[in-house]
């Protein structure tokens, strides 16, 4: 079982918004300003898409934005394409003793 | 152009050890800690471990300490993860990431599969 909670899958009709969920504990996405989120192709590189709760990299488009509210983050993708089929990972660092990184079990994005 | 590139991955008997190799391109290697993050058939993302820039600082996940050991070559741009008495539950692709100063990783590499015969 992953540290942080993510719906197993998520869907959507190209155009649409969907929002996708991270739920941590107060050790993690609770306590820090440090949540990240992934993009995967299966077979590639995952890819960088929000840092820093609402940070997005250069060159990732504005489709995408992130937010977070107690022990939860959530990831939000408006003006749905059939390239954003994917599969979504969260992360964030954690004052755990036993590890610095907690991510998602991932959440699989469908564009109907 | 930033880039990951993993290799030695591959089928290895229960018990038994491989060396994962990152080799980095087109950044300041020396100035960054590396990660080792894994992912299991089916499953989410798990981070392994990481190294200080230096290599003066290594981190574990309590499920990989005692057998597996990250180390680094700045001279060779390259990273490392030697494994060893290694389980099933050790099947994965494995990736090196960039641990970036904003707190994430970026970039990551294409990844690596081992895969643990019992």
């Known amino acids: 079982q992953s540290a942080l909670t993510q719906p197993a899958s998520v869907s959507g009709s190209p155009g649409q918004s969907i929002t996708i969920s991270c739920t941590g504990t107060s050790s993690d996405v609770g306590d820090y300003n440090y949540v990240s989120w992934y993009q995967h192709h299966p077979g590639k590189a995952p890819k960088l898409m929000i840092y820093g709760v609402n940070i997005r990299p250069s060159g990732v488009s504005n489709r995408f934005s992130g937010s977070k509210s107690g022990n939860t983050a959530s990831l939000t993708i408006s003006g749905l394409q059939v390239e954003d089929e994917a599969d979504y990972f969260c992360c964030s660092y954690t004052r755990s003793s036993t590890l610095n990184w907690v991510f998602g079990g991932g959440t699989k994005l469908t564009v109907l | ?118």
Not at chain 2, 27 to 40: E, I, K, L
Not at chain 2, 62 to 75: C, E, L, M, Y
Not at chain 2, 78 to 89: N, V
């Open chain 2, 1 to 118: 152009e930033v880039q990951l590139v993993e290799s030695g991955g591959g089928l290895v008997q229960r018990g038994g050890s491989l060396r994962l190799s990152c080799a980095a391109s087109g950044f300041t290697f020396s100035t960054y800690w590396m990660s080792w993050v894994r992912q299991a058939p089916g499953k989410g993302l798990e981070w392994v471990a990481n190294i200080k820039q230096d290599g003066s600082q290594k981190n574990y996940v309590d499920s990989v300490k005692g057998r597996f050991t990250i180390s680094r070559d700045n001279a060779k741009n390259s990273l490392y993860l030697q494994m060893d008495s290694l389980r099933a539950e050790d099947t994965a692709v494995y990736y090196c990431a960039r641990e970036g100063s904003a707190w994430n990783f970026d970039p990551w590499g294409q990844g690596t599969l081992v895969t643990v015969s019992s």
